[in-house]
Every structure is written in C-alpha cells, then in structure tokens.
C-alpha cells in the first residue's frame, strides 16, 4: 500500500470527511483544505512532513504505520 492510500485508510478508520480532517489540521496550525487532502489520497501531490506529522497525530495512527506499513515501536 503506498502513502496516499494509506491516508486516505487513516482518515476512513476514524470516520472523517476530508473537508473535517481539514477543519483539525487548521486548527493545528497547518492551514490546509478539503481539496489538498483530497489530492494527497489521489496521489497527486503529497503532504509536507509537518502536516504528514499533524495528520498522524489527527488520526491517531502511528507514523511508521502510516510510512511503512508498521509500528515503529
């Protein structure tokens, strides 16, 4: 599974829109929108390691899980 799948699985797991996933990363100070997630779950472009670090702490996944597949612990 590559990163933008593993995203998208991410934010389906805690039953968030991409427009509310956007509305938490904003509030964490990484202003982002609806349409940058959905790029990101598209493959199109990828988030930059501090929004991919906000976006881990969101969902409340590990980021070796989200990266690789596994726990980092």
């Given amino acids: 599974m590559i990163l933008n799948e593993k995203l998208?699985?991410?934010r389906l797991e805690?039953?968030?829109?991409?427009k509310k996933?956007?509305?938490e990363l904003t509030k964490l100070g990484r202003r982002t929108s609806n349409t940058a997630i959905a790029?990101?779950?598209s493959g199109l472009n990828s988030p930059d390691v501090d929004t991919l670090k906000n976006y881990n702490d969101?969902?409340?996944s590990l980021l070796g899980s989200l990266l690789y597949g596994t726990?980092?612990?």
Wanted: proline residues 0%; without cysteine.
């Fill in 8 to 10: 998208k699985e991410a």
């Fill in 14 to 18: 805690q039953n968030m829109t991409q």
């Fill in 21 to 23: 996933l956007a509305e």
């Fill in 39 to 41: 790029n990101w779950e």
């Fill in 58 to 60: 969101e969902l409340d």
């Fill in 71 to 73: 726990s980092i612990l």
